[in-house]
């Protein structure tokens, strides 16, 4: 069974830090780039972050870019994205997604290009 399971959200006030994982198994982790996508209710999806298979390669959304990092550990079959300098506009689930890609970093979207989804968890930052 594939699943993609999303940890490390909660609440945490403005300026403060988080490590979202994003923990795979049910398929051959190394051969999929992992994305972070976010949505806050009425907001339209966002791209946040996307690692690519060999880990060698990451994007970043501008509205993240130098307070977001994202990393991979194979062996462990996991994806971290660290958070730094968090502002309410943060606020908003976290999903990672997994797509089939050997080479750079995929486009974020359309997101029917991602092969699997996790449940998301929930950052809330508080002015």
């Known amino acids: 069974e594939v699943q993609l399971v999303e940890s490390g959200g909660g609440l945490v006030q403005a300026g403060g830090s988080l490590r979202l994982s994003c923990a795979a198994s049910g398929f051959t982790f190394e051969n999929y780039a992992i994305g972070w996508f976010r949505q806050d209710p009425g907001k339209e999806l966002e791209g946040v972050s996307c690692?690519?298979?060999?880990?060698?390669?990451?994007y970043y959304a501008e509205s993240v870019k130098g307070r977001l990092t994202i990393s991979r550990d194979n062996a462990k079959n996991t994806v971290y994205l660290q958070m730094n300098s968090l502002k309410p506009e943060d606020t908003a689930v976290y999903y990672c997604?997994?797509?089939?890609?050997?080479?750079?970093?995929?486009?974020?979207?359309?997101?029917?290009?991602?092969?699997?989804w996790g449940q998301g968890t929930q950052v809330t930052v508080s002015s």
């Open positions: 997604a997994a797509e089939l890609s050997r080479g750079d970093v995929p486009p974020m979207f359309p997101t029917i290009s991602w092969d699997y």
């Open positions: 690692i690519n298979s060999s880990g060698g390669s990451v």
